[in-house]
């Protein structure tokens, strides 16, 4: 057991690298795969499955194209999109009027703009400059039959989703969700609703977290909130294990005397590590509990949203059999002055916008104490200030980790 403090990226490193991924897998119809972990899904046909006509014009074969001034071509039929042209082999010195969409009939393999012609009557006049192939996509010029379209591994979109019904494709193979139970401890905390007492607060960790964990497609187990009793802790991270892939518990993971989960999870199970240099969110324990792996998150909000998002998050994401990528860091302007000694990283809540420059440019939320959860409510992004870095001056450039795409 490590009890020095873990950097950042030693912990999320560490955290990852204790995963094995799941590996077992549901068919489910394409409308409910949104948001799942896919296995490796290969196209059955070509697409588009034959070639067709990008514009409204005509169709006819490269060979009668005019080479010096013009050429007249006799107008023998008409394609549309989802009717085919239903005639013979277009014959050399014939077109066919075409739509866009509409499969290139026998005889022909160049398209030309119907503003790019004259016609006068059956006769279509064709002017020189024009280059075979012209305004034709090709069968399986998007997708090659055979060819792999999603990746295992792959979080699916909309886009994705799109792409699979333009396939035929109504089912889909993904992976199974991960299981997580989670619980708060405290023996202040009441849930909202409820008239509080002298010393209580209302539970908003446990609100904030399931919100979170639904953003993930996850499976999530809700036990409560738990009091600050040793037995108590200990059942409640007995019955997590016995559901979950993942317990998470929010509080009680410090060393105040009522803090129980270090205590208890190094008799239930192991202890990895419980402590990060990083602010807000320094009392981080991570660990197994049976087979389940375990985070305990900070009791205050904000350092129990942001291990959350900088831990949690990505672990769920490599148990799911997602491919992790890095945090993604832009590069922006801080228009004021950040305090912030050497020694941990700092995970500050900001505004990231755009200046008339096209510069990026961010601004603290305000105070940053751990227990104000505004400074979440109002931010778009982290300002990621690294361990060693000091006060921030107003001016200089800064890493900035946008909420999109992580909340």
């Known amino acids: ?76 039929g008409i394609a549309y999109a989802g009717k085919p042209y239903t005639g013979n082999s277009v014959l050399p010195g014939q077109c066919i009027r075409i739509m866009t969409g509409a499969v290139l009939p026998a005889g022909t393999d160049t398209v030309i703009m119907q503003e790019q012609v004259e016609c006068h009557g059956d006769m279509v006049q064709v002017g020189a400059g024009h280059v075979p192939g012209q305004n034709v996509r090709l069968a399986g010029e998007d997708i090659a039959r055979g060819q792999t379209v999603m990746q295992a591994g792959r979080r699916i979109t909309p886009a994705d989703i799109g792409l699979l019904a333009s396939l035929g494709i109504s089912h889909v193979t993904v992976l199974r969700r991960p299981r997580v139970a989670f619980f708060s401890t405290g023996d202040e905390l009441r849930a909202p609703g409820e008239v509080l007492g002298q010393g209580d607060i209302y539970d908003s960790n446990r609100p904030a977290l399931r919100a979170m964990l639904q953003r993930l497609e996850v499976e999530v187990h809700d036990l409560g909130t738990v009091r600050d009793q040793r037995s108590l802790v200990k059942n409640a991270l007995l019955e997590a294990a016995g559901r979950a892939d993942v317990v998470i518990s929010t509080g009680g993971a410090s060393v105040g005397d009522t803090d129980f989960i270090k205590d208890c999870l190094e008799e239930l199970g192991q202890v990895d590590f419980w402590k990060i240099a990083m602010k807000p969110g320094k009392p981080l324990a991570f660990g197994r509990v049976g087979a389940a792996l375990f985070f305990g998150l900070p009791g205050n909000p904000v350092s129990a949203m942001t291990t959350f998002y900088q831990f949690v998050q990505p672990a769920l994401r490599r148990i799911a059999g997602e491919v992790v990528t890095t945090p993604l860091l832009l590069k922006a302007i801080c228009t004021e002055t950040l305090k912030k000694g050497p020694g941990r990283t700092d995970f500050q809540r900001g505004i990231v916008d755009t200046r008339e420059d096209g510069q990026l440019r961010v601004r603290s939320t305000g105070e940053q104490g751990s227990g104000i959860l505004t400074s979440m409510s109002k931010a778009n992004c982290y300002i990621v200030l690294p361990a060693d870095r000091g006060t921030v001056q107003a001016g200089e450039q800064v890493d900035v980790q946008p909420f999109a795409g992580l909340i």
């Open 1 to 76: 057991m490590k009890h020095s403090l873990l950097s950042v990226d030693d912990a999320r490193l560490h955290i990852l690298s204790a995963i094995t991924p799941l590996t077992q897998q549901e068919t489910l119809p394409l409308a409910n795969v949104l948001g799942r972990v896919a296995v490796e899904v290969c196209s059955a046909l070509d697409v588009p499955p034959s070639a067709n006509s990008a514009m409204d014009g005509y169709a006819l074969s490269a060979a009668d194209l005019p080479a010096s001034e013009t050429s007249d071509l006799v107008l023998a």
